[in-house]
């Protein structure tokens, strides 16, 4: 599966911004999706991801309750809502897909190119 990032910006503290990432491919609803950030100078980590159906979703604790992963099988989209957004939120942010919840929150086993989050304070 190819995957492409979109939705970034600039951004004040406390504000919102959603990305999308458009997958190709039939075999989109059989994917595990998932959303990394690699902020400046920082390893790439784990953001939040979901299952096929997106009825079962996973966060980092730094997010949780701050960010909404969703998916749009039908238009072979997922989606990241990111309220409350923290200078600390910046970074690339890059969506990936992969066959398992392991894999998804690990190694995923596809990647989009990466869209730039930057929240002022």
């Known amino acids: 599966v190819q995957l492409q990032a979109s939705g970034g910006g600039l951004v004040q503290a406390g504000g919102f911004l959603r990305l999308s990432c458009a997958a190709s491919g039939r075999t989109f609803v059989s994917y595990y999706m998932g959303w990394f950030r690699q902020a400046p100078g920082k390893e790439r980590e784990f953001v939040a991801a979901?299952?096929?159906?997106?009825?079962?979703?996973y966060y980092a604790d730094s997010v949780k309750g701050r960010f909404t992963i969703s998916r749009d099988n039908a238009k072979n989209t997922v989606y990241l809502q990111m309220d409350s957004l923290k200078p600390e939120d910046t970074a690339v942010y890059y969506c990936a897909a992969a066959r398992t919840i392991v894999e998804v929150r690990t190694t995923p086993a596809s990647w989009g190119q990466g869209t730039l989050v930057t929240v002022s304070s």
């Open positions: 979901l299952s096929w159906s997106g009825s079962n979703t």
